[in-house]
């Protein structure tokens, strides 16, 4: 009686859509600034590399949270997609964020022609993030080991069919370990200080006493 004269009257309607069940799960931000969470990928500020960010997922948004504050908020993509913010990054991977492929196929013809012929070969693995990824490898052994060994290595996997980027990385270590004569393009000098934190040694010194 109470129900039908006082509480029925101040129910309201019920919602059009059903309540939005979100899901929550830890994941690693890798080397190229990007999560993967149902199957798609989401960028993140650089200094979150190789951390863990909590993830709250529903059916529109992807929210991430870093010790329990909010860092970034994503539109929810599908199955397959990218979503890169270029806030993001620096003005040199820019490149990265937008996934222009076309970009990443003209840096490796310029590598030479067997590096753009394996690149076009990466370009059309299914999965776009395994593309991206592969081609960022494949450009970063030209920067580590320079373009004419990679460029050999390339050469040789294709006649062999194999589209394998940690394969390139095998042939190029092992063909150089035979060549003692071969020195990495730019390499660092060896007065710089390899470190994150690295300081002069004027830093460390200490006075001496009159």
């Known amino acids: 009686m109470v129900f039908n004269t006082q509480e029925k009257p101040a129910l309201k309607a019920l919602p059009e859509q059903p309540y939005d069940l979100p899901t929550y799960d830890d994941v690693k931000v890798h080397r190229d600034q990007h999560f993967c969470i149902g199957g798609a990928l989401y960028s993140m500020p650089v200094h979150l590399v190789g951390q863990k960010v909590h993830v709250r997922v529903d059916s529109h948004m992807v929210r991430v949270y870093d010790r329990g504050a909010l860092v970034r908020t994503h539109p929810r993509q599908p199955k397959g997609g990218r979503r890169s913010d270029p806030a ?3 003005e040199d991977k820019m490149i990265y964020a937008t996934r222009d492929v076309a970009a990443l196929l003209r840096m490796a013809a310029e590598a030479g022609p067997a590096v753009s012929m394996y690149a076009q070969r990466l370009s059309e693995m299914p999965a776009p993030w395994r593309q991206m990824r592969a081609m960022y490898s494949l450009l970063g ?3 580590r080991y320079g373009a004419e060994p990679v460029d050999r290595a390339c050469a040789a996997a294709l006649q062999l069919d194999v589209v394998d980027v ?14 003692p004569q071969h020195v990495p393009p730019n390499p660092m000098p060896a007065n710089v200080i390899r470190g994150r934190f690295a300081r002069p040694a004027s830093h460390f010194s200490v006075p001496r006493p009159h």
Not at 166 to 179: C, G, P
Request: hydrophobic fraction near 55%.
């Open 166 to 179: 940690a394969r390139i990385a095998r042939m190029v270590k092992l063909a150089l370990e035979n060549d």
């Open 141 to 143: 052994l030209v920067r």
């Open 88 to 90: 993001d990054f620096s």
